[in-house]
């Protein structure tokens, strides 16, 4: 289990046990930074390991070029900005029956999780819809997703699949997208805001969500902007977005 450290503003923190047969650590975290400190040279990671009695056998410096920089906030100045204040959404109600903005899903990657359930238990369609109803965590984010698709007609089962995935990947990008989409779909603003925070920013998918949202949150001008970059790069639940926005303001 991955925990923050809570020593200072400064140091940011990661445990995980490990064990001889399993040493990679996959994970992902936010480190607020200065003004100003936009290079791995300003950074350091120390990687300490300890043995079972909690003595340090092992500290080691990463040097810069082991460190990568992610720029999030492609579109703000800061992320934090994507969740915004929700209690005055623009006046795009959309009545019962009527017309709604659509989400844009993205498919996730095959894991180590694909290559196991594969290799060990090679699930059918239909066998891995009643997985997802009994055990979800057996399956692999990419097969929830399947599971989901196949709900396309039945909407309600398609969301609970959707939640249930960042339920059990709250930190997956590609969970946190498709979990934006369904809020949107379904008129939860502010949970699109918290799922955007975490979503996997470089995708016309993304752009059509966070488009829907400035929207929602009357910042007319960059929602058009999003969707349009969607549009143009081939988005068409961005198209059907804009014409249902301009047709609501009409």
């Known amino acids: 289990m991955l925990?923050?450290?809570?020593?200072?503003a400064e140091v940011t923190g990661v445990y995980a046990a490990i064990?001889?047969?399993?040493?990679?650590?996959?994970?992902?975290?936010?480190?607020?930074?200065r003004e100003g400190i936009l290079s791995a040279s300003l950074l350091s990671i120390r990687a300490e390991i300890f043995d079972e009695d909690g003595h340090k056998v092992r500290s080691t410096i990463l040097s810069s070029r082991e460190?990568?920089?992610?720029?999030?906030?492609?579109?703000?100045?800061?992320?934090?900005n994507v969740l915004r204040d929700t209690?005055?959404?623009?006046?795009?109600?959309?009545?019962?029956?009527?017309?709604?903005f659509k989400g844009c899903y993205w498919e996730p990657e095959r894991d180590a999780t694909d290559e196991r359930n594969q290799k060990e238990l090679d699930?059918?369609?239909?066998?891995?819809k009643v997985i997802a109803n009994l055990k979800p965590h057996l399956l692999s984010?990419?097969?929830?997703?399947?599971?989901?698709?196949?709900y396309k007609d039945e909407p309600e089962?398609?969301?609970?699949i959707i939640e249930t995935s960042v339920k059990i990947y709250p930190t997956n990008p590609v969970a946190n997208l498709n979990a934006a989409n369904a809020a949107i779909e379904r008129g939860d603003i502010r949970m699109a805001g918290m799922y955007l925070q975490m979503?996997?920013?470089?995708?016309?998918?993304?752009?059509?969500?966070?488009?829907?949202?400035?929207?929602?949150?009357?910042?007319?001008?960059?929602?058009?902007?999003?969707?349009?970059?969607?549009?143009a790069e081939g988005c068409e639940e961005a198209d059907h977005n804009l014409k249902l926005f301009f047709e609501l303001n009409q």
């Open 199 to 231: 979503a996997l920013y470089d995708t016309i998918a993304y752009k059509n969500c966070r488009g829907v949202y400035e929207l929602l949150c009357d910042n007319t001008y960059e929602g058009i902007r999003l969707l349009k970059s969607a549009k």
């Open 19 to 33: 064990n001889p047969e399993n040493q990679y650590i996959d994970y992902r975290t936010v480190i607020p930074v």
């Open 123 to 128: 699930f059918s369609l239909e066998e891995a």
């Open 157 to 160: 089962k398609f969301y609970k």
């Open 3 to 8: 925990q923050k450290r809570k020593k200072s």
């Open 141 to 150: 984010l990419r097969e929830l997703y399947m599971v989901a698709l196949s």
């Open 87 to 100: 209690t005055k959404v623009a006046d795009l109600q959309i009545k019962p029956g009527k017309k709604s």
């Open 67 to 80: 460190i990568k920089i992610e720029r999030i906030g492609r579109y703000t100045s800061n992320l934090s």
